[in-house]
C-alpha cells in the first residue's frame, strides 16, 4: 500500500514527538522528516516528495501560515496550533483540519481521514536495492564513513560527540542537537542530555536507564516522560 508521506513542522520537541507517534499508528501515513522551523521544512520539501504537512503555526523565524503562504504548490496541510483565532485563517489557505493543542489520538484521526488518500501504482518489476544511509564525519582530521545502522548511540562531549558502534568509537565536532537532525529521524531517540540512541539497538528499559549492547545509559528525568511514551512504558 502506498503511504502518505508525512513532515511536521513544530519547534517543540515533546508535541513533535506526540505528532510522530500518533503517524506511527496509521497504517497509511508514513513519516518523512521532523523539522523545527519553516527554513529547515522548505529544504526538506525541496529535497523530497511530501504529501502531508502538519504544520505548527507559532514557529520562530517564519510563522506557519507566513510560511503556507510561500508555498506555490503545497501538499495537504493540517494545521496544529494553541491558539484557536488562526482557524479562520487557516481554512482560507485551504488547509485540510486545524488541530488545537493539546489533542488526542481520535481527533487526530478524525483530521487524517479528511485527507486525500494515497493513489495505488503498479508494481515495480524489479526494485532498486536501497543504499544504506551514511555520513562521513571529521575525525583526526579524516573524513571518517560512519552507517547510520551500526550506531549503538551517541555521547555528547560538550563541543564534541562520541559515536558509538559495535566494534568503534569515533570523537567528531559536533553538538547532540545537530546529531538529532542529521540523523534518520525516528530512528533515535533522546533519553539523556548526553545520550542518543538508536530505538532498534535498545535491548531493555526501565523506568531509569536503556540497555543497549550491555551497557547501561541513564534516562534524565527531564526525558523520562518522552521515553516512556515512545518506548511503551
Given at each position: 500500500m502506498h503511504k502518505?508521506?508525512?513532515?511536521?513542522v513544530e519547534d517543540e520537541p515533546i508535541a513533535a514527538e506526540v505528532l510522530q507517534d500518533y503517524i506511527a499508528q496509521v497504517p497509511h501515513l508514513e513519516l518523512a522528516a521532523i523539522c523545527p522551523d519553516a527554513?529547515?521544512?522548505?529544504?526538506?520539501?525541496?529535497?523530497q516528495a511530501i504529501d502531508v504537512l502538519f504544520l505548527d503555526i507559532?514557529?520562530?523565524?517564519l510563522k506557519g501560515l507566513d510560511f503556507?503562504?510561500?508555498l506555490k504548490n503545497p501538499p495537504q496541510v493540517i494545521l496544529t496550533t494553541a491558539y484557536h483565532q488562526?482557524?479562520?485563517?487557516?481554512?482560507?489557505l485551504d488547509i485540510v483540519d486545524y488541530l488545537l493543542k493539546p489533542f488526542p489520538f481520535s481527533r487526530f484521526l478524525k483530521a487524517v481521514n479528511k485527507l486525500a488518500k494515497p493513489v495505488a501504482t503498479a508494481p515495480v518489476a524489479q526494485a532498486e536495492p536501497q543504499a544504506r544511509p551514511f555520513h562521513f564525519f571529521t575525525?583526526?582530521?579524516?573524513?571518517?564513513?560512519?552507517?547510520?545502522?551500526?550506531?549503538?548511540?551517541?555521547?555528547?562531549?560538550?563541543?564534541?560527540?562520541?559515536?558509538?558502534?559495535p566494534d568503534k568509537q569515533w570523537v567528531t565536532q559536533h553538538q547532540l542537537g545537530e546529531m538529532e537532525?542529521?540523523?534518520p529521524t525516528g530512528a533515535f531517540l533522546r533519553i539523556h542530555r548526553s545520550f542518543l540512541v538508536a530505538v532498534e539497538k535498545i535491548e531493555a528499559f526501565s523506568v531509569t536507564e536503556v540497555t543497549i549492547n550491555g551497557l547501561v545509559l541513564p534516562i534524565g528525568r527531564s526525558y523520562k516522560e518522552l521515553v516512556m511514551r515512545r518506548l511503551g512504558g
Open positions: 502518505l508521506r508525512c513532515l511536521i527554513i529547515y521544512a522548505l529544504e526538506e520539501l525541496q529535497r507559532h514557529l520562530p523565524k503556507l503562504q510561500t488562526y482557524a479562520l485563517q487557516g481554512y482560507e575525525v583526526n582530521k579524516q573524513k571518517v564513513k560512519v552507517f547510520f545502522d551500526e550506531i549503538l548511540y551517541v555521547e555528547s562531549l560538550k563541543e564534541y560527540v562520541r559515536i558509538h558502534t537532525q542529521l540523523l
